[in-house]
Structures are given as C-alpha cells and as structure tokens.
C-alpha cells in the first residue's frame, strides 16, 4: 500500500502555497474589475503619508511574498569549502592507511600529495555545485599509470564513505555525492596504460 503519510503533507503543502498565490491574484483582478463597472464611485486613491527621498528608498523592504527559501546546494550542506577540505584531509588519512590502498599512494607524498588534496578538494566543490572550477587532470590521464582494479575501487569508496561518517555527513548528501562520482569508475579503474 502507498504510505500516505510521507507524500500527503508535502502534496497539501504545495497546493495549499498555489492555491494561496491563484486565489490572491484572482481576487486582486476582481477587485480591480468591481471598481471600474460597479454602481458606487471608486474610493479617492489615499496620499501618501511619506515619501522617502533618501538614497536607499524601496530598496529596504521586505519582499511581500518571497516564497519558501530556495533549497541549499550540495556544496553548502557540506559545510562549504572548509567542510570539504576536511573531508579531503579524512579521505587521504583512510586510503593512506589502507592495504588496500597504500602501495598506490606510496609516491604521493610532500607537493605531489598537496595536488592531490587541492584537486580533490576542487572537484568535490565543483561536483556539489561550489563555486569552484576543478584544474587538475581528467580523470583518465590522473590514473592510467596506476593499474586500479575492483577491490581497490571498492576500497576508495569505503574510505570515502567513511571519511563522510567521520564529518558527520548525512545520509541524504552521502548518497548525493556518492552518486556524483559513480560514473567516473569508467575512467579510473583498468589496466595500467603501456607506454
Ligand atoms: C571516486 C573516485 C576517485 C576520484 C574522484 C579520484 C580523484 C583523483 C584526483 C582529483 C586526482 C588528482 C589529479 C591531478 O593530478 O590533478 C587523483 C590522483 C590519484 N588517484 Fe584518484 N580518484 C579516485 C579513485 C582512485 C582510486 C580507486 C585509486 C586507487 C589506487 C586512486 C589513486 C590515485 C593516485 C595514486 C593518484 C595520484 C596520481 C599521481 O599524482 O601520480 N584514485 N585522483
């Protein structure tokens, strides 16, 4: 059976917001109509109390209807830049300790390793929809000199995974992101490309 009590409160809502902003500017043009063929005389339009001449004048009031907030993007409910570099600093702890893993990223050390995190971090900002442009390899050129296969594949996700449980990341944005970079494992996982 369908679980009503998850989709009815978002539906009403939503009808409930249309219907507030049809029958306001239904009324608003019938209320327009009504003044100009009704039996009484439109009522004199009232002065205006004041009039602002300062520099600023309109520009501090409050919309009358703004609507609901707009949704926060990925990148802002990772905590922003910060967030995600911290995230990044996890991740590299996870796969640098991995057993996976640490053969790999055995010659990733000192600037090489600082790339790797700048780029990292570049990525997960631009991906998320930060206002980051990433600048480093495509992901094919970045890995085709290491030869990554499933397990190791598998392991990355898992430290990824992890390192977003250690900044405590919600299961929502986990999955978001988590599902940004699935289809980037066409480029990254194969065998090591022949010079
Ligand atoms: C979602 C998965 C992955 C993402 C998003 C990712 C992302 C990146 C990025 C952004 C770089 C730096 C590129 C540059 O130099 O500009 C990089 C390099 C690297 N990645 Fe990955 N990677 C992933 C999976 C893996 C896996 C599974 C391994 C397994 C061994 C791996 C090993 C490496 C290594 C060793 C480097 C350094 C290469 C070098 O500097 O020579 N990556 N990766």
Redesign the pocket.
Known sequence: MRNRSLVAPHVTAKRVFLAALITSATLGSFALLGAGCGGKKPPKPAEPALIDTSADAGFDAEPEDAGPPAPKSLFERLGGKDGIDKLVESLVQN?TADGK?KK??S??KGE?LN??KT??S??ICEISGGPCK????D?KS??E??S?NDA??D???QD?SAALDENKIEENEKNELMAL?AP??AD??GPKKKK
């Open positions: 796969v893993l790999s990223f010659k990733v090489k790339n790797f780029s990292l570049e990525q990433y600048q480093g390899k992901m970045a890995h000199s290491i990554i190791q594949w392991a990355f996700v990824f970079f980037l494992r990254i996982v």
